[in-house]
């Protein structure tokens, strides 16, 4: 073996502790290797290369050239909202808005598919429901003067009033009541979106993280009695607990208030972060928790032990309902039981906030300068770096490209997940700078050691900072690891 190229343990070592982080740990169901084809810029033959210098990504990747919506730099209080604008994940449209860039969208594809395997798993359906939404089923709910400035209102051309759904309570139970043949035997019902919500935020700020237009993922269950409402209501937590453990992001769920939603029963999924702006109390004797909205001011002790609370704050990221029949009521979501008799059904709504989780997860993983992913997300999971062109090493030039090809060929969860930074023009150190920027789980190089004979290449694992010399064979090895979806 060459001196160069570690023993099996050395190199099965570094892979298990990639393979601890997140990124690297999915679970069975997990799909892999799915590739939109819109996202090749060439078209997806093989032999078609994704490369840098076709990608539509407007860079300021210095910080004094990166401005908020407003036009001051001083705004930018908020790491995630700040990295996502230097290395043009978003640009921004106006207050609370912006455009989701080609390396966001796939972020966010990438993520609806992990809402989509966890959702569909304890019997979720999918459907799409308009954004516009019609005044007398706000009204009906009271909801249309309840929410007030909230809702962005808006009238057609023949007086009738709609909303921009913030969410789909109202519209959702209306759907349901409208089947009136419904039986037990059909329920329960998990129905759930990933669509564009909008809210007339009076202080819209930290980029995805509080925006006035966001994606969400919102579920509605439809339930025969409160006991199998409730039973789904802890299905569906469990749900939320293994998305966010998937995506390696250490979210507490706490008892949170009912708010304009209403029900009886509430709970938030909470990422702890300096920037949040929840608080929520902790206690490490019993493990109650709580946002402290539903404490009393001047709480301390834990309401379940007496023992001492600890406070942090926290981006929420999920929120859960059990509803009762507060909305199947007003809209007569009804089915038949057992004895034929008509029963107004027992409603839960869960939410996700699909964006801002995007956004939460850059703000804790991220370092001061430097993207890094929640996990499943990354953008490309690989770049390859080429020797700069008339450099000593200019070369191995065509040795990068072959790799590619290769890790390609013999890597499939990994086809459409390579990116070649092609900008020769540029040292290797520069490009090196920009992909340490841009958080690619994996950098690979073609250096000095790629003249040698075999070929070998740098592998840096920028999650954990190893770095190893490998061979193609070697690449290839340690790449069939990754797992994506």
């Not at 190893?468 to 797992?483: A, H």
């Amino acid at each position: 073996m060459h001196k160069c190229f570690p023993a099996r343990g050395a190199m099965e070592g570094l892979l298990s502790r990639c393979r601890a982080l997140p990124a690297l740990t999915t679970c069975g169901h997990q799909l892999s290797g799915y590739v939109p084809h819109r996202f090749y810029h060439c078209g997806p033959e093989r032999g078609k290369r994704l490369v840098l210098s076709r990608m539509f990504q407007p860079q300021n990747l210095r910080e004094d050239q990166v401005l908020s919506p407003e036009g001051r730099s001083g705004d930018l209080s908020c790491k995630s909202q700040r990295l996502m604008l230097q290395v043009g994940l978003i640009h921004p449209a106006s207050p609370g808005c912006y455009h989701l860039l080609p390396y966001t969208v796939r972020a966010i594809e990438k993520l609806e598919r992990v809402i989509d395997q966890e959702m569909q798993a304890i019997g979720g359906q999918k459907v799409n429901m308009p954004s516009l939404s019609p005044a007398e089923l706000w009204r009906a709910t009271k909801r249309w003067d309840l929410m007030g400035k909230e809702l962005l209102r808006l009238r057609d051309r023949h007086g009738k009033e709609y909303c921009l759904g913030p969410t789909h309570e109202e519209a959702i139970t209306a759907l349901v009541a409208s089947q009136q043949t419904l039986s037990y035997k059909q329920l329960p019902f998990l129905l759930y979106q990933v669509t564009r919500k909008f809210r007339d935020e009076p202080r819209p700020r930290f980029g995805l993280l509080r925006g006035r237009e966001f994606y969400m993922k919102d579920m509605y269950t439809f339930d025969s009695s409160p006991e199998a409402a409730l039973e789904t209501y802890g299905l569906v937590c469990g749900a939320y607990s293994s998305l966010f453990h998937r995506l390696g992001l250490q979210c507490v769920r706490v008892q949170a208030d009912v708010g304009s939603i209403g029900g009886t029963t509430s709970h938030e999924f909470q990422l702890p972060a300096e920037v949040g702006e929840d608080r929520f109390a902790v206690c490490p004797g019993c493990g109650f928790s709580a946002n402290t909205e539903t404490l009393h001011s001047s709480q301390t002790s834990c309401p379940a032990c007496r023992g001492p609370l600890t406070e942090s704050r926290g981006i929420e990221v999920g929120h859960t309902f059990y509803l009762g029949t507060k909305y199947s009521s007003i809209f007569s979501a009804q089915f038949t039981n057992a004895h034929g008799k008509l029963c107004l059904a027992e409603m839960g709504c869960y939410g996700l906030g699909v964006t801002r989780i995007l956004a939460a997860g850059i703000e804790v993983l991220s370092t001061e300068d430097s993207v890094r992913w929640p996990s499943l997300l990354a953008p490309y999971h690989v770049c390859l770096i080429p020797p700069k062109k008339g450099s000593r090493e200019e070369a191995a030039t065509e040795l990068t490209g072959s790799l590619y090809d290769l890790i390609t060929e013999a890597v499939p969860q990994l086809r459409g997940e390579v990116l070649l930074d092609d900008r020769t023009h540029l040292t290797i150190g520069n490009r090196l700078k920009d992909a340490n920027k841009f958080g690619y789980p994996f950098v690979i190089i073609a250096g000095k050691r790629a003249l040698e004979d075999p070929a070998h290449f740098e592998v840096r694992c920028q999650n954990t900072g190893k770095v190893v010399f490998l061979t193609r064979e070697g690449v290839t090895e340690f790449l069939s690891q990754v797992q994506v979806v």
